[in-house]
């Protein structure tokens, strides 16, 4: 095939191939196919029809680098009209006049080499995919036709087989045909060590090639098969979507954008899927919450509300467990949803509301009876305190468990008492230890700002150390955080 035929043959391949748009170059892991390279041979000769003819495997390196080993068979073939005496090409004689139109040089190569592709455009690569490439290695050559050398062996070589170091480079593009072949264009050079591929040699003057190839590859290019980010999501799928290929966590929230997609079904562009405040994040590692569901209990609050606002429990319905779901106490009712006997009239709230007395009033909840104090040893748990997180400042709404604690002290002088501050288990241990006495000292001086005696208060923190539920869990972790009265004298 003759040099034009060839450059007609690609044009043609060019004007009539369809390239599919939906193109994948990366993620192959390994490649395979043929290739045909026609040859231009640069040497002391005119060049003739020559070819090579190669085999390859390409590894995926990194999505833009392949590492090719190649191997194949061709020939290396001149014209036979070296001009002795003023060292320029005749097409047709010797310098003797014998016709020499017709005669080839030719060597038969066996080249082995490995060559670095670099695409540096391969992640957004569509339907052309171009590349550079270089490379080195070997290839044995044995010469059949030797040239007419009888006016001179002043440059006639004596060996004709050997190995020579070959140097390959150029440039190329691959165009998908489908999820399993690409063709493969390329025009390079191919430099060699030697200059015995035609039998003859001048010096300072190596044999080498130009090359224009044709190629066929074979591979897995199915789209979608390569995740950049790695986030669980093909690049085609997130290139396709409002996320960021190149971002395991578009939205900033903690979770990675296959894991909302494929696992919770929340929106991997929106931090906060269901819009309540909190991050998807959030709800799904801190609170374990529904980021799907503002509201997870069903209970009129959202969850923002309830961890943010009111200190209840976002996965109980109704904290305090009265029989009152927690909206409907802070919405409706206007009874505290953390103590199941807001006006401590010991009739519990849903109670109350069922019999229909107010649950705000203790005077409608039993007949009086005369309170018999505590007992020495006795504990009483304050339910309804609340700190804020890492704080020791007494939260808003723990005045009504307050006024109970002062009712006592007050009503009955010859008690003292030990006021014991108790934390979860997470944080710190010391920090919980301090955290801990702190809160009871809190607690001691809201009652002496009363006017209680302070000497008749003890207050210790005891931190994470006595728990009476599960730190597994937030509901074990709500109650372990509390303050303790027990009567010491």
Same mark, same amino acid.
């Given at each position: 095939?003759?040099?034009?035929?060839?450059?007609?043959?690609?044009?043609?391949?060019?004007?009539?191939?369809?390239?599919?748009?939906?193109?994948?170059?990366?993620?192959?892991?390994?490649?395979?196919?043929?290739?045909?390279?026609?040859?231009?041979?640069?040497?002391?000769?005119?060049?003739?029809?020559?070819?090579?003819?190669?085999?390859?495997?390409?590894?995926?390196?990194?999505?833009?680098?392949?590492?090719?080993?190649?191997?194949?068979?061709?020939?290396?073939?001149?014209?036979?009209?070296?001009?002795?005496?003023?060292?320029?090409?005749?097409?047709?004689?010797?310098?003797?006049?014998?016709?020499?139109?017709?005669?080839?040089?030719?060597?038969?190569?066996?080249?082995?080499?490995?060559?670095?592709?670099?695409?540096?455009?391969?992640?957004?690569?569509?339907?052309?995919?171009?590349?550079?490439?270089?490379?080195?290695?070997?290839?044995?050559?044995?010469?059949?036709?030797?040239?007419?050398?009888?006016?001179?062996?002043?440059?006639?070589?004596?060996?004709?087989?050997?190995?020579?170091?070959?140097?390959?480079?150029?440039?190329?593009?691959?165009?998908?045909?489908?999820?399993?072949?690409?063709?493969?264009?390329?025009?390079?050079?191919?430099?060699?060590?030697?200059?015995?591929?035609?039998?003859?040699?001048?010096?300072?003057?190596?044999?080498?090639?130009?090359?224009?190839?044709?190629?066929?590859?074979?591979?897995?290019?199915?789209?979608?098969?390569?995740?950049?980010?790695?986030?669980?999501?093909?690049?085609?799928?997130?290139?396709?979507?409002?996320?960021?290929?190149?971002?395991?966590?578009?939205?900033?929230?903690?979770?990675?954008?296959?894991?909302?997609?494929?696992?919770?079904?929340?929106?991997?562009?929106?931090?906060?899927? $269901?819009?309540?405040? &909190?991050? /998807? @994040? *959030?709800? =799904?590692?801190?609170?374990? +919450?529904? %980021?799907?569901?503002? #509201? !997870?209990?069903?209970?009129?609050?959202?969850?923002?509300?309830?961890?943010?606002?009111?200190?209840?429990?976002?996965?109980?319905?109704?904290? $305090?467990?009265?029989? &009152?779901? /927690? @909206? *409907?106490? =802070?919405?409706?009712?206007? +009874?505290? %949803?953390?103590?199941? #006997? !807001?006006?401590?009239?010991?009739?519990?709230?849903?109670?109350?509301?069922?019999?229909?007395?107010?649950?705000?009033?203790?005077?409608?909840?039993?007949?009086?009876?005369?309170?018999?104090?505590?007992? =020495?040893?006795?504990?009483?748990?304050?339910?309804?305190?609340?700190?804020?997180?890492?704080?020791?400042?007494?939260?808003?709404?723990?005045?009504?468990?307050?006024?109970?604690?002062?009712?006592?002290?007050?009503?009955?002088?010859?008690?003292?008492?030990?006021?014991?501050?108790?934390?979860?288990?997470?944080?710190?241990?010391?920090?919980?230890?301090?955290?801990?006495?702190?809160?009871?000292?809190?607690?001691?001086?809201?009652?002496?700002?009363?006017?209680?005696?302070?000497?008749?208060?003890?207050?210790?923190?005891?931190?994470?150390?006595?728990?009476?539920?599960?730190?597994?869990?937030?509901?074990?972790?709500?109650?372990?955080?509390?303050?303790?009265?027990?009567?010491?004298?």
């Amino acid at each position: 095939m003759s040099l034009k035929k060839f450059l007609l043959f690609l044009i043609l391949i060019f004007v009539f191939v369809k390239p599919d748009t939906n193109a994948q170059f990366k993620g192959y892991k390994i490649k395979g196919g043929l290739k045909y390279e026609q040859l231009i041979p640069l040497s002391e000769y005119n060049a003739s029809y020559s070819f090579l003819g190669k085999g390859f495997l390409g590894f995926e390196l990194t999505p833009a680098l392949c590492l090719q080993v190649e191997a194949g068979y061709g020939q290396f073939q001149t014209e036979n009209n070296y001009n002795r005496l003023n060292g320029t090409y005749d097409n047709n004689s010797d310098t003797e006049g014998n016709n020499l139109q017709g005669t080839k040089v030719k060597a038969n190569l066996i080249p082995i080499d490995v060559i670095l592709k670099i695409t540096p455009w391969v992640k957004t690569a569509k339907n052309w995919n171009p590349y550079f490439y270089f490379g080195g290695g070997a290839t044995y050559y044995s010469i059949d036709n030797t040239p007419d050398t009888s006016f001179s062996n002043t440059y006639v070589s004596e060996d004709k087989s050997g190995w020579a170091g070959i140097f390959p480079a150029g440039v190329g593009t691959e165009v998908r045909l489908s999820d399993n072949v690409l063709l493969d264009f390329n025009l390079g050079a191919m430099y060699t060590t030697t200059d015995l591929l035609n039998h003859f040699v001048v010096p300072d003057f190596k044999d080498a090639t130009a090359n224009i190839g044709l190629g066929i590859t074979f591979g897995n290019f199915k789209p979608g098969v390569y995740d950049t980010d790695k986030d669980g999501l093909t690049d085609e799928y997130e290139q396709k979507t409002c996320t960021d290929y190149k971002n395991p966590d578009t939205d900033g929230d903690g979770l990675k954008d296959g894991a909302e997609v494929n696992q919770y079904k929340t929106n991997p562009c929106n931090k906060d899927s $269901d819009g309540d405040q &909190l991050n /998807d @994040g *959030d709800e =799904v590692i801190k609170y374990s +919450t529904n %980021p799907l569901n503002k #509201d !997870t209990d069903s209970d009129k609050l959202t969850d923002y509300d309830e961890l943010m606002k009111y200190s209840t429990l976002p996965k109980d319905s109704d904290t $305090d467990d009265d029989s &009152l779901i /927690d @909206g *409907d106490e =802070v919405l409706t009712y206007k +009874t505290n %949803p953390k103590i199941p #006997d !807001t006006d401590l009239g010991s009739i519990g709230d849903g109670v109350e509301v069922k019999r229909g007395t107010d649950p705000l009033n203790p005077s409608d909840d039993l007949p009086p009876v005369k309170e018999e104090p505590m007992k =020495v040893g006795a504990v009483i748990i304050l339910e309804g305190i609340n700190f804020a997180s890492g704080s020791y400042a007494i939260s808003a709404g723990s005045d009504e468990i307050l006024e109970m604690a002062y009712a006592t002290m007050h009503d009955h002088p010859d008690i003292f008492v030990e006021i014991s501050g108790h934390t979860d288990s997470r944080g710190g241990y010391n920090m919980n230890m301090t955290l801990s006495k702190n809160r009871a000292e809190a607690v001691k001086e809201w009652l002496v700002s009363r006017g209680i005696d302070g000497s008749r208060i003890e207050t210790v923190g005891y931190g994470p150390d006595n728990p009476i539920a599960s730190n597994d869990t937030e509901e074990g972790r709500y109650k372990n955080r509390r303050i303790e009265f027990k009567r010491v004298k």
